[in-house]
């Protein structure tokens, strides 16, 4: 589970920005059944979800692409890369003090077990320091630390790794976890597994993760779970069916470059090709008796809601059955405020998430800014200044009136009262359309 995120002069973030999902003392009692797991081994409360809230432009998206690009990093930095290649990092270019500095990534987790945290900065043509340590028990030991080239690693604790510094196998801009785990080092193979299980999805581009779905519909026992979850949904879905094609069906259209790609893909894997999803729907006589079922394309009939919700069906039910993480941008984006609000309380629900999985994710719908869904120091808020530095901050963190446990968070939050709004006082001298001058005597 995730109990801490950070990150420093990334994109919009130029001071550190910290995401907690370890239970604040002050919301103590409050939904603690629901909302809350106890980590007994250290002394830990931990949430199961959290939302960040925001104007427009606020670091509600960068947050979480921060933490994907931290994912992405870890696991291929010793594979997709040569020595001399860019790293993919985004300083924070609107200060002279940070667009030439590096960029800093740590997140402090619990995986089989055990306690790590984990850290690196950065620059552009370089690792500039790495970090990780463990908690086996009750004290963190350090692993290992790195500052450019010089390694300090833990010789008994950190045995493989010690030996992949020795024989020079870390590039300047890879990660000595991802280099390590490539020799079977365990403690940067846990890392690796903890990252490997994270999932991190964009609710505007169901592409990336639809295919991911179709794979779970390929198993009856995956496919009756998702089939619940879409007529809990109240979306009139009956069943669903993959359609397929093999690649000596494909259009002829396709270049042979493609077509050999694919093939290849399909030979490999044993898969066919997936080329829509046909769903099942109740039809009706002028009695309103049911009389049949009629087939609807899911790419071509079925609204961008229901295609969003069946493209978030897999990886909702493989998160909540593992017991992952899920970080999910933009999770409202073409569904019902009442839907996300009944996902959100699966990820709550001690029935439904036994395996206490975790849902971070961003939204502007402030329906959801409920306190019989969520506790404080679940929600927080993403705000620029004037300079277009992102800050990031708890409800937790006010302790006036305004944020009692059971008060009207929404309420609250349109009156501006806990900040992360935007500021339209200039559409009030907005001037767009010009009267022409012939039109303005003839008034």
Same mark, same amino acid.
């Given at each position: 589970?995730?109990?801490?995120?950070?990150?420093?002069?990334?994109?919009?973030?130029?001071?550190?920005?910290?995401?907690?999902?370890?239970?604040?003392?002050?919301?103590? =009692?409050?939904?603690? $059944?629901?909302?809350?797991?106890?980590?007994?081994?250290?002394?830990?409360?931990?949430?199961?979800?959290?939302?960040?809230?925001?104007?427009?432009?606020?670091?509600?998206?960068?947050?979480?692409?921060?933490?994907?690009?931290?994912?992405?990093?870890?696991?291929?930095?010793?594979?997709?890369?040569?020595?001399?290649?860019?790293?993919?990092?985004?300083?924070?270019?609107?200060?002279? $003090?940070?667009?030439?500095?590096?960029?800093?990534? /740590?997140?402090?987790?619990?995986? &089989?077990?055990?306690?790590?945290? @984990?850290?690196?900065?950065?620059?552009?043509?370089?690792?500039?320091?790495?970090?990780?340590?463990?908690?086996?028990?009750?004290?963190?030991? /350090?692993?290992? @630390?790195? /500052?450019? /080239?010089?390694?300090?690693?833990?010789?008994?604790?950190?045995?493989?790794?010690?030996?992949?510094?020795?024989?020079?196998?870390?590039?300047?801009?890879?990660?000595?976890?991802?280099?390590?785990?490539?020799?079977?080092?365990?403690? #940067?193979? &846990?890392?690796?597994?903890?990252?490997?299980?994270?999932?991190?999805?964009?609710?505007?581009?169901?592409?990336?993760? $639809?295919?991911?779905?179709?794979?779970?519909?390929?198993?009856?026992? #995956?496919?009756?779970?998702?089939?619940?979850?879409?007529?809990?949904?109240?979306?009139?879905?009956?069943?669903?069916?993959?359609?397929?094609?093999?690649?000596?069906?494909?259009?002829?259209?396709?270049?042979?470059?493609?077509?050999?790609?694919?093939?290849?893909?399909?030979?490999?894997?044993?898969?066919?090709?997936?080329?829509?999803?046909?769903?099942?729907?109740?039809?009706?006589?002028?009695?309103? =008796?049911?009389?049949?079922?009629?087939?609807?394309?899911?790419?071509?009939?079925?609204?961008?809601?229901?295609?969003?919700?069946?493209?978030?069906?897999?990886?909702?039910?493989?998160?909540?059955?593992?017991?992952?993480?899920?970080?999910? =941008?933009?999770?409202?984006?073409?569904?019902?405020?009442?839907?996300?609000?009944?996902?959100?309380?699966?990820?709550?629900?001690?029935?439904?998430?036994?395996?206490?999985? &975790?849902?971070?994710?961003?939204?502007?719908?402030?329906?959801?800014?409920?306190?019989?869904?969520?506790?404080?120091?679940?929600?927080?808020?993403?705000?620029?200044?004037?300079?277009?530095? #992102?800050?990031?901050?708890?409800?937790?963190?006010?302790?006036?009136?305004?944020?009692?446990?059971?008060?009207?968070? &929404?309420?609250?939050?349109?009156?501006?009262?806990?900040?992360?709004?935007?500021?339209?006082?200039?559409?009030?001298?907005?001037?767009?359309?010009?009267?022409?001058?012939?039109?303005?005597?003839?008034?």
């Amino acid at each position: 589970m995730l109990l801490q995120f950070a990150v420093r002069n990334y994109k919009t973030f130029k001071d550190e920005a910290v995401l907690s999902l370890v239970a604040s003392n002050y919301d103590k =009692d409050f939904r603690e $059944q629901e909302n809350v797991v106890a980590e007994a081994k250290y002394g830990l409360r931990l949430l199961k979800s959290a939302v960040v809230f925001g104007a427009n432009a606020s670091g509600k998206s960068k947050l979480l692409d921060a933490f994907a690009f931290m994912r992405y990093f870890v696991l291929n930095s010793s594979k997709e890369s040569q020595n001399g290649d860019a790293i993919d990092v985004h300083p924070f270019r609107l200060s002279t $003090q940070t667009e030439d500095q590096a960029s800093e990534f /740590e997140a402090v987790f619990i995986h &089989q077990g055990v306690q790590y945290r @984990y850290g690196f900065e950065a620059a552009r043509d370089r690792i500039v320091s790495e970090w990780l340590y463990h908690k086996p028990k009750t004290k963190e030991v /350090e692993l290992f @630390y790195r /500052e450019g /080239e010089q390694f300090r690693p833990h010789a008994r604790a950190f045995p493989k790794g010690s030996k992949v510094i020795k024989e020079g196998l870390v590039r300047g801009n890879a990660l000595l976890v991802s280099v390590a785990a490539q020799f079977n080092e365990a403690s #940067a193979t &846990q890392v690796l597994d903890w990252f490997k299980r994270t999932k991190t999805l964009s609710s505007l581009k169901e592409v990336g993760y $639809q295919s991911f779905t179709y794979g779970k519909m390929e198993d009856a026992d #995956a496919k009756a779970k998702i089939m619940e979850l879409l007529k809990a949904a109240d979306l009139g879905i009956l069943d669903a069916e993959l359609q397929k094609m093999t690649p000596e069906e494909l259009p002829e259209a396709i270049p042979q470059e493609l077509r050999d790609w694919i093939a290849k893909q399909s030979s490999d894997e044993k898969r066919q090709i997936v080329t829509d999803v046909l769903t099942r729907h109740k039809k009706y006589d002028a009695q309103h =008796d049911v009389v049949g079922k009629v087939s609807f394309s899911m790419a071509e009939d079925e609204s961008a809601g229901t295609r969003k919700f069946f493209a978030l069906a897999g990886p909702i039910l493989d998160v909540l059955q593992n017991g992952y993480l899920l970080l999910v =941008d933009e999770l409202d984006a073409q569904l019902h405020p009442s839907l996300v609000n009944h996902l959100v309380a699966l990820f709550n629900s001690r029935e439904h998430n036994p395996n206490n999985a &975790q849902l971070v994710f961003n939204t502007h719908n402030i329906s959801l800014l409920d306190s019989t869904l969520f506790r404080r120091d679940q929600i927080w808020f993403t705000e620029k200044d004037r300079r277009g530095e #992102a800050k990031l901050y708890s409800l937790a963190d006010f302790k006036s009136d305004d944020a009692r446990k059971n008060a009207s968070f &929404q309420e609250s939050y349109t009156r501006g009262r806990y900040g992360a709004v935007p500021f339209l006082g200039f559409f009030e001298d907005l001037k767009i359309v010009s009267i022409p001058e012939e039109d303005e005597k003839a008034k």
